[in-house]
């Protein structure tokens, strides 16, 4: 890109580096498709500004004034998700893994957002609390609430860095755009609809990207399999090309663990990633949780993430299979994955996450092309605004409500929530940086999961169960967790041990849950407890069943019962498991 001294000399560079690597992926894109994207933006920008007009409170601009249906925020619930993490990350994990990355979805996600809606939702939502941060505040006090508010604040500039790194990279390659352009162009479009209209912009704006996303992803899936031979063609080139017939089968799953031992391999995808990383995303993870909280009742609140799990569990078909056709179908990620296979410290110019990427330059024509772009646009724009709004909810309430400036009005908040999306914008491009050092997206985010997630829902779980548990456990605990899960990623890198693939994540994931835990019951032994009175709607034992459930939940038709929906969705996910893991 030319020089222009008006931009810092670290984007000129890495804006290089990408137009280097991503070279042989120039698209020529038709005016049709130019024109699909800017109906696109139009769509997103309008949603925004009618949004603006329902917001009159801090209230209405953080949680929608918490009158939004299910359906809705279960479809937005499931799109925040479908950022960075979810196309990029997951197509490139097919690529590299093959069927083994099923578990990020049928182990990783599933069980564990049906345990959100089922156990915790009822009391996050029946405490009235606004954000998880202010759940730790009223169980454990102020110790554990600033950690934890701090700690999220941190971890959602560094994942929305994440989605504009990707964004901007993918309209760098495929358009030609400058990616300084590129990065600004989708940081402006997402802080002015949500500046304009709060979460709720946020969440509308989720529910037509959950659409787009899925009428771009299918298209290529179905293109792509009829181009390599249908199902059958995709099994033959996966068994003869690097990684060979294992990446056909989910279990156990050893290339992707980095253990040798298949027992190992299985307790690290069930411990590590399907109850520890899952468990700890999916149930304290604000920027899934908040949008529960936007729904009318707890019994709305419950559906909200057991909605989701439905698509969740077929979304793989449309993000993995795609992966795993562009390893063999597209020879620069072909030629890729042999060269890593033969000799894992290679550095080429392709990484694994330009699968999908590449994948579109070969199978789709000018019009899809443009659905396809306006697709990656909508998954990385929805990823960015959920942690965008998440992270201006924490930053107002939890942070400057609570710590720097006390009992002003509502309409101060209101303006610092605005502003507070300003600053995360400014944040995540400057962290958009730091993702660039991640060959594959998914590394990275098990990494800030492992730091943060982890801990977070030890701390949660036995604080939730177990009524004894003291404030000073609570934010000793949660301190520890992160430290030992630090130290074990410094000591992978340092070479104390190697694992390849997202075995260290898992292995500091189980090593910050058991730190937390023991670290909390030994804390709790020399500590006070809160008296009994004050863990009503924060510890389960203590909490009636009239203050979890709705006044007329015994009257909901079967098909809004949280349970009933939740059973459904197990079995769905069981099946899959058995019959396609």
Known sequence: MPFDASVPVEVHAYADAVAAAGSGLRL??????????????????????????????????????????????????ISANLGAVEIMGM??????????????????AVPAMLFLGIVMMPFYYGSKVRSVPEFMLRRFGPGAHLVNALSFAVAQVLI??????????????????????????AAVIVLSYITLGGLSAAIYNEVLQFFIIVAALLPLTLVGLHKVGGWDGLRGKVIEGPGGAEQLQAWPGNEMTGFTSNIASVIGIVFGL????????????????????ATHSISAAQRTPIIGAYPKMFIPFIVVIPGMISAVLVPQIAEFKAQVTANPDFEGDVTYNQALLYL??????????????????????????????????????????????????????????????????????????IAGNFSNMMDYLQTLFSFFNAPLFATFILGMFWKRMTPAAGWIGLVSGTGAAIAVFVM????????????????????????????????????????????????????????????????????????????IALAIVIALNVFIG
């Open 360 to 433: 579109m330059k070969d199978v789709l024509p000018n019009g899809l092309l443009g659905v396809g772009l306006a697709g990656l646009l909508a998954a990385f724009m929805a990823g960015m605004a959920a942690n965008i709004s998440a992270f201006n909810t924490v930053f107002s309430y939890d942070l400057w409500q609570r710590y720097a400036v006390k009992d002003r009005e509502d309409g101060y908040y209101l303006r610092v929530g605005r502003l507070a999306t300003v600053g995360a914008t400014v944040g995540a491009i400057g962290t958009a940086f």
């Open 492 to 567: 992978g890198k340092a070479g104390v041990f190697e694992l390849s693939g997202q075995g260290t994540s898992f292995v500091a994931a189980g090593v910050a849950f058991a730190v937390d835990i023991v670290v909390s019951v030994a804390v709790t032994q020399v500590t006070r407890p809160k008296p009994a009175a004050e863990l009503v709607g924060l510890v389960y034992s203590e909490t009636p069943k009239s203050v979890r459930t709705d006044p007329d939940a015994d009257t909901l038709p079967w098909y809004q019962r949280p349970a009933i929906l939740a059973g």
């Open 91 to 108: 197509s490139a994990n097919g690529a590299q893994y093959g069927m083994p990355t099923m578990h990020y979805f049928w182990i990783g």
């Open 274 to 293: 399907g109850f520890v990383l899952s468990f700890g995303y999916w149930t304290t993870n604000f920027v899934e949780v908040q949008r529960a909280l």
């Open 28 to 77: 020529d894109a038709d005016p049709i498709d130019y024109a699909l994207i800017a109906l696109y933006f139009g769509f997103v920008l309008a949603i925004g500004w009618l949004a603006r007009r329902q917001v009159s409170s801090s209230l209405d601009f953080f949680l929608s004034g918490r009158s939004l249906p299910a359906w809705v925020t279960g479809l937005a619930f």
């Open 160 to 185: 929305a860095g994440v989605n504009l790194y990707l964004l901007g990279s993918i309209v760098n390659v495929l358009l030609g755009w400058p990616l300084w352009v590129s990065v600004m162009v």
